[in-house]
């Protein structure tokens, strides 16, 4: 059965203080897995696309990469307004479909 | 460029009642989506359309959920009679095509069953 876990689910930082978020799955056939941010009350908005393992990429403070099981988005001297839920999901080949995982909740603290 | 715009943001319905939630995706954007949240989870899909035509619809519960896309631009989702636990968030997303992988999403419309 295809399946997402993302650990830990909350995550209280200092402001300034690097972590490590964690996206493992099992799935048949990966296409693509994703990470979003989802604050409060919207939408989530899309982060990353990694394809393959090995592969790394990175946004301001945020950088995402990939094994073959598990992905994990690394946050480095992390701010307030980094605070939100981010989001780990797979496509998997021959389908459109997102299987999301339930998110880890990051609260960062000045 | 106007994201995705769905309506209404709330809504709070008695049981037993039909609800109606709109989404008016990207324009261009031949695919779109119908995800729902629950509390504390990811979004699961409940429809994906490309174009006016339903290619996934599979967790879709059409005992009482219907969904169209007419002309294959905004979408309605409905849900009739609704029960307690379709409280949640009903989230539109779209792309510009099959095969793109970057979704956007709207707000959502928080339904409330009560």
């Known amino acids: 059965e295809d399946q997402v876990t993302q650990s830990p689910e909350a995550l209280r930082l200092q402001e300034g203080e690097s972590s490590s978020l964690n996206c493992s799955y099992t799935?048949?056939?990966?296409?693509?897995l994703f990470w979003y941010r989802q604050d409060p009350g919207k939408g989530p908005e899309f982060l990353f696309t990694?394809?393959?393992a090995g592969e790394e990429k990175e946004k301001e403070r945020l950088k995402a990469t990939l094994t073959k099981k598990e992905s994990f988005l690394h946050i480095t001297a992390p701010k307030p307004e980094d605070s939100a839920t981010y989001l780990c999901?797979?496509?998997?080949?021959?389908?459109?479909?997102?299987?999301f995982g339930t998110g880890t909740r990051l609260q960062v603290f000045p | 460029e106007a994201g995705v715009v769905q309506s209404p943001r709330y809504k709070i319905i008695e049981k037993k009642q039909p609800v109606a939630f709109w989404c008016n995706p990207i324009?261009?954007?031949?695919?779109l989506y119908w995800y729902r949240q629950n509390l504390g989870q990811g979004p699961e899909l409940l429809i994906r359309?490309?174009?006016?035509?339903?290619?996934?619809d599979s967790q879709l519960p059409k005992d009482r959920f219907s969904a169209e896309r007419l002309k294959g631009v905004d979408s309605t989702l409905k849900i009739q009679p609704a029960e307690l636990g379709d409280s949640a968030v009903y989230l539109c997303?779209?792309?510009?095509?099959?095969?793109?992988?970057?979704?956007?999403f709207g707000q959502g419309t928080r339904l409330t069953v009560v």
């Open positions: 997303a779209s792309t510009p095509g099959r095969g793109n992988t970057e979704a956007f």
């Open positions: 359309y490309e174009n006016e035509e339903a290619v996934d």
């Open positions: 799935v048949s056939g990966l296409r693509g």
């Open positions: 324009s261009g954007h031949n695919t």
């Open positions: 999901a797979v496509q998997k080949i021959h389908t459109d479909k997102l299987i």
């Open positions: 990694l394809y393959s």
